[in-house]
């Protein structure tokens, strides 16, 4: 995808190089995993899921996705001093340190640009924040490799690791450069949902739920950020390269919950899925990118 005049205005914060928090939610591994999955309804599939649900095999499990099902409020951030660590660091530094950091970049500026246009007034800036291996600090709590890319709704922040993309490529089979768009468009389609009220919302009605409904819920809001991925891919459809639509359908199908379960486990368990099937994820990415209208992502009447 041809996105190489990124907004140098675009609001980037750089915490590589940075320690990060690291225990803030518990002792071990999968209690650090656990005291996160909060804000499962803002990660993205690719990261959060692909490697959560790894990591949980080994720490208890697939049914402890979601905590039982309970939205638990994230933590109210100790996010200043993080924050603070590389405040004079310039965009152009920290988008140019590499080829990876460069894609994001770019493909954050567009979906700012995009966004912008559509929703008018009611748009209001995410910023895009980069750590690294020692991991960092969100307005949701500690930031770790582990969890890949997310949206934290406290400081509405898209956090990545330009590690992942390698991790994307090479241990899921989505290569090529809008798969890696996909990544930040999704996790843009998570701050659309929080300007809107929708993450809210699905979290109050989460806390009342079981478990199978809250992660019920979960995919929903999921496969709706797939959508809107897709709207920002049609709204900018002259700058699309042949191969592009199929590479970001071979990414969804990677982080179908099912397909990452029958590699991780050997077995699928529908009940516990939040992000949903590959069908599914192919989909609504599909319908986003068939249409270039968010009125068309209602994931939440009728069937999926």
Known sequence: MRLDDFDPNINVEDQRGASGGGGGFGGGGGGMLLGLLPMVFSRFGCGGVAVLLIGLAVFGGLGSLTGGGS???????????????????DTASSCNLNAESKSACNAFSSADTTWKKMLGSQFKAPKLV????????????????????????????????????????????????????????????????????KSSQVSQQQAQSSRTEGNALSVRLELQADCYAGVWAAQNRDRLDPGDIEEGMTAAHAIGDDTLQQESQGRVVPDSFTHGTSAERMAWLKRGMDSGDPRQCDTFSGAI
């Open 71 to 89: 939205q638990v409020q994230a933590p109210s951030a100790q996010f200043g001093q993080a924050g603070d660590r590389q405040a004079g660091t």
């Open 130 to 197: 980069f750590y690294g291996d020692q991991g960092g600090q969100s307005g949701c709590g500690a930031a770790q490799s582990a969890m890949g890319p997310f949206y934290c709704p406290s400081d509405q922040g898209i956090y990545l690791d330009t590690n992942f993309f390698a991790e994307l490529a090479n241990k899921f089979g989505a290569k090529g450069d809008f798969a890696q768009d996909y990544v930040i468009a999704h996790e843009f389609g998570h701050h659309i949902q929080n300007l809107m009220g």
